[in-house]
């Protein structure tokens, strides 16, 4: 065990981004982990081509498909809890058992998102008109885009993986850069359990250049934030 390799995963590949990076540093003696990669704009708009066209591949499968594979990549998190909670304590200075407890918690949500993914219900709507039936039937929106904080490095980006990949939907997601290697880990168990090319993408930058970049895009439909109001605002502005 020790602490998880650190790339950006753009487009299914593990990669060195062209942006530079920065140290992450263990809390608790300030010794440098590793060096964390930072995506430059050019890794960034690979990255949104590639949940672009990895929407047309997950959207185009069945939630039951879906769901095997998450569920599956939950199963390698699972083999891999111990390993995954010293990184987890490592980078955040949360003690081991909470650590692993965590790590635990989170391959259930992204489990649970993978079961409602196959109950995305609609509904029937009574008609005006005698002998018209109005459906409504569910769709996922597109390519989202979602950030999340230092304190919690495997549930909070759980569930935004879980939510986007569960409803069918390509995510390209940011953590914070104090606490990378808990969400690489996952991304890395989801990708060896056979997530297709650029469904799920992980990138790591300058907050505030990172998200002005991508939240204009029209490519990116949906936006999930988890973080201070203050910068929420900002976000939503954008």
Not at 85 to 97: V, Y
Not at 205 to 210: A, D, I, M, Y
Request: proline content about 6%; glycine content about 10%.
């Amino acid at each position: 065990m020790g602490y998880e390799p650190l790339d950006l995963f753009i487009n299914g590949q593990w990669r060195k981004g062209a942006g530079g990076g920065e140290a992450v540093l263990n809390p608790a003696n300030e010794q440098t982990l590793a060096e964390l990669p930072h995506a430059s704009e050019a890794d960034l708009d690979e990255a949104v081509g590639a949940a672009v066209e990895g929407f047309k591949v997950w959207s185009a499968m069945s939630p039951f498909e879906r769901c095997a594979i998450m569920r599956k990549g939950m199963e390698i998190v699972r083999s891999r809890a111990d390993a995954i909670a010293e990184t987890l304590t490592l980078e955040e200075g949360k003690p081991f058992g909470e650590a692993k407890g965590e790590v635990l918690v989170s391959a259930d949500i992204i489990d649970w998102y993978a079961d409602e993914g196959c109950r995305t219900y609609g509904r029937v709507i009574p008609s005006r008109q005698a002998g018209v039936r109005h459906i409504v039937q569910r769709e996922p929106i597109g390519v989202c885009a979602a950030f999340t904080p230092w304190n919690f490095p495997a549930l909070t980006p759980a569930r935004k993986i879980g939510g986007a990949l569960g409803s069918g939907c390509s995510l390209i997601l940011k953590p914070s850069e104090e606490t990378p290697g808990t969400v690489v880990a996952f991304a890395r168990a989801l990708d060896e359990a056979g997530l297709p090319k650029g469904v799920l993408n992980v990138v790591f930058g300058v907050p505030s250049v990172v998200s002005s970049y991508l939240i204009p895009r029209e490519e990116v439909r949906k936006v999930s934030f988890t973080g201070s109001t203050a910068v929420g605002k900002q976000l939503a502005q954008m």
